[in-house]
């Protein structure tokens, strides 16, 4: 599952034709205009789904599969993940990061203080929010700006963060 990234949860179906409502957790819902394919959230093997159509209703956006064309075959999707693989990722920009790829991260301060594991990625309209789990059961957020997180090494697991004034007590 780490080579799957998640872009989206079927949030509903749409009609009774098989389409389905689908909460992107994707930064560009857009993006979906683009996949051909997606994976229906892996279990035991991963079924590969066959996008035929896009469309967007307000904040979601709405998929017709190829396998599917009744409201009945697809009740069960409900809350299910869609995923793709790395291939079809939308390139990223320096400085820019897969949430898959950071969870799980050791966190540090700038003084070398071991903070916690990063351990989700809280998406709001003006930045990111890191959760960082201490090994005691506290959590810590952490704005995912310039200011505060100072280096992302993903080969050795670590984040680097300056904590600001009045973090610690938030």
């Known amino acids: ?40 959230e892996p279990d035991k093997e991963n079924m590969i789904l066959h996008v035929t159509q896009v469309k967007f209703v307000k904040n979601m956006a709405v998929l017709r599969f190829a396998e599917y064309n009744n409201i009945n075959e697809i009740q069960g999707f409900r809350g299910k993940g869609l995923y793709i693989t790395r291939e079809q990722a939308v390139p ?32 709001t309209g003006a930045n990111d929010v890191y959760v960082v789990k201490h090994t005691n059961g506290t959590e810590l957020l952490l704005p995912a700006i310039r200011q505060c997180v100072k280096e992302v090494d993903l080969e050795s697991g670590k984040l680097t963060v300056y904590l600001m004034p009045g973090l610690r007590e938030l």
């Open 92 to 123: 990223l920009a320096e400085n820019e990061y897969f949430i898959a790829d950071l969870i799980g991260l050791s966190v540090y301060s700038t003084e070398g203080e071991s903070l916690g594991e990063l351990t989700d990625v809280i998406t």
């Open 1 to 40: 599952m780490d080579d799957l990234l998640k872009v989206g949860v079927i949030a509903n179906t749409h009609g009774i034709a098989g389409e389905v409502k689908v909460f992107p957790t994707t930064d560009d819902i857009k993006r979906f205009k683009k996949l051909k394919t997606v994976i229906l």
